[in-house]
């Protein structure tokens, strides 16, 4: 059991992130002054005040920019200590980083192809035949519309 | 900042050729997509993967040469193994690769499912299953299992208009993540108590020590077989299988199941045989109760089933036991058996998922046993080749599934694992009995004789592409089973080098 004393620190640091975190709900609640206003009790202090309930569905390029951003996040991530120890890795080091910006380098190009940072009109590339029968009640593109009115 | 120097890897590309040409023609296919202003067809892109499986199969047969005449050895500060156990896999992979493909093409685009992600997953998910025959150490074998598994997660979802590729790509996925879970502790469990991650370091450290409190090196060796077991789909870790089959998209079913259960079964193997032998006492006893639970439940439950892919989903759990048999003989005559019967399965279950594919297109969709009624009549040739099939699954002779078969029982006779062996005949003989449903029904007449004058009667047609898929599995079946001398030579050479 004698190895366990070297998780000892990891443990008080735990115990003080928790205590830390307790101590400020509770000195909050006894110490700040209590005087709520409308505009304090609001989702959002700043900002347009909302006049609708927002759409519940929003466009899936959202996630494609997503994607994007944890591409370069992974390269970075590698290339952080890469750079770090790039004197003693020396030209093998620097080869293994470039293939792998490649490949990183290969899904960006291909995300792009893809259309992953168009943002203009959707642009149709299968017959829209195939796509359920637009309503009165039910479609994807009026969501919007349909809010507006209400 | 750091003074120390680091010993770099003196790497041996060509030890690692085929995974690199696997992934090196990825790359080509991912930048030929973005690049060109209008997809080509999926057959182009079938076509260069093929060719991309070709070129990856002839550099795997170069360093099949190399083993077989200097010997086996490791690359890459000891992670990757070259010898004839590594090699055999590398071999099978490819040949999926050139053979999947053909049954592909054609289902992509009449699913509408246009552009080369499906190839460019199988290149990705082939070249995982070829470092998991390879690996020699653990930490390579979790990575090998992340990159044969993730683009299989995507794969079951590809088909993104039907909701039920999406619901068997959750599924898929959220079992796959926790096992791969499970499968990390473990490797984190056995290092902690072996201190290496090496498989060899691992085997020699527990050769030359007795560890007094095994607790630890237990439960690792444990976790790790649950991690094993959900990717092979033994039972009672087979849920997810049958969802995942009936729900992914048909014509990349049986690559799926092919090359899961090959990856899978590779590492398996290996992590057990080469660095766990000396508590075969402890794990044994565990493989041989999964073994045959795999071989009841999965021979059982299909016989309820309506479905033919959820069938062959669990006669794929029934296959499972079989291969596991050669592993609890614990002998190099097993492990040969389990790698014949992997060679054997793959090509059967990739040509029978193939057959299902067109049979289903043709009755608008629909997999379930009815739709293969008359077969026989409306395409004489295609419902033969099923019936060979569905035979060489069920252990007939003059094909691979009954030398396959034979293999692994007398494997295990010759290990005196007589209980096992009983068990297997029992659930062999109970296989039987729905494969031969679906012949039955194929060839015997419809129960409604009016139904023959319908429109959905005419002959199905194939593309020259399918044909040639069901030619290439069914040339693997007829001849290896007639003539088995040489695959049995390779997997005995693959097990002779098997250090």
Known sequence: MGSLTSYLPIFVLFILGFLFAALSIVASKLLAPKRPTTAKEAPYECGIVPTYELPQRFPVRFYLVAMIFVIFDIEVIFLFPWAVVYNSLGTFGLVEIIVFSLAVFFSFIYLIANGALDWGPIKVQRPASESAPRTTSSTVRRVSSNNEAA | ?499
Not at chain 2, 308 to 329: C, D, P, Q, T, V
């Open chain 2, 1 to 499: 900042m750091l003074a120390t120097t680091i010993i770099l890897p003196t790497i041996n590309y060509t030890a690692i050729l085929p995974e690199l040409i696997m992934l090196g023609g990825m790359l080509v296919l991912l930048g030929l997509v973005a690049v060109i202003p209008r997809d080509f067809s999926t057959k182009t892109y079938a076509g260069l993967t093929q060719v991309i499986g070709t070129a990856s199969l002839v550099s795997s047969l170069v360093l099949w040469h190399d083993v077989a005449a200097h010997g086996a050895f490791q690359a890459v500060a000891q992670a990757v193994d070259v010898d004839g156990f590594s090699v055999f896999f590398l071999v099978l992979v490819s040949a999926i690769l050139i053979v999947a493909p053909a049954f592909a093409a054609d289902y992509l685009h009449d699913e509408g499912i246009e552009g080369a992600e499906y190839f460019i997953l199988a290149l990705i998910a082939g070249a995982g299953a070829m470092l998991m025959g390879a690996a020699n150490d653990l930490i390579l074998v979790f990575l090998a299992l992340e990159i044969l598994s993730i683009p299989l997660y995507v794969i079951a979802g590809l088909n993104a208009r039907r909701a039920t590729s999406g619901e068997a790509s959750m599924k898929y996925f959220l079992l796959g993540a926790f096992s791969s879970a499970i499968f990390v502790y473990g490797i984190a469990l056995t290092y902690g108590a072996t201190g290496s991650t090496n498989l060899a370091d691992i085997a020699a450290f527990l050769s030359r020590n007795v560890i007094a409190t095994p607790g630890t090196l237990y439960a690792g060796a444990a976790l790790l077989l649950v991690g094993f077991a959900f990717k092979i789909a033994a039972v009672p870790f087979h849920m997810w299988s049958p969802d995942v089959y009936e729900g992914s998209p048909d014509g990349v079913v049986g690559f799926m199941a092919a090359i899961a259960k090959v990856g899978g079964f590779a590492a398996f193997l290996r992590v057990f045989v080469s660095a766990l032998p000396t508590l075969s006492s402890i794990w044994e006893p565990v493989v041989w109760v999964l073994c045959a639970l795999s071989l009841i439940a999965g021979a059982v439950i299909a016989l309820s089933q309506r479905n033919i892919k959820r069938m062959l989903a669990y006669s794929s759990i029934n296959h499972a036991g079989f291969i596991l048999m050669g592993l609890i003989a614990l002998s190099s005559r097993g492990v040969a058996s389990s790698l014949y019967y992997l060679f054997a399965y793959s090509f059967i279950v990739l040509a029978s998922f193939g057959i299902v594919t067109v049979v289903a297109k043709a009755n608008s969709g629909s997999a379930e046993i009815d739709a293969f009624r008359g077969l026989g009549r409306r395409s004489p040739v295609l419902a033969v080749f099923f019936a060979i099939f569905l035979l060489a699954q069920a252990g007939a002779p003059f094909t691979t599934g009954f030398l396959a078969k034979f293999y692994v029982v007398s494997a295990a006779v010759a290990a005196h694992s007589y209980a096992i062996a009983v068990i297997a005949m029992l659930s062999a003989a109970v296989a039987v009995f729905f494969y031969l449903r679906v012949v039955l029904v194929m060839f015997s007449g419809s129960e409604t004789e009016d139904a023959v004058g319908t429109p959905e009667q005419h002959p199905i047609v194939l593309s020259r592409w399918v044909w040639s898929g069901i030619m290439a599995c069914a040339a693997a079946t007829v001849i290896f089973g007639i003539y088995p001398l040489p695959l049995i030579n390779f997997a005995r050479a693959a097990t002779l080098l098997f250090r």
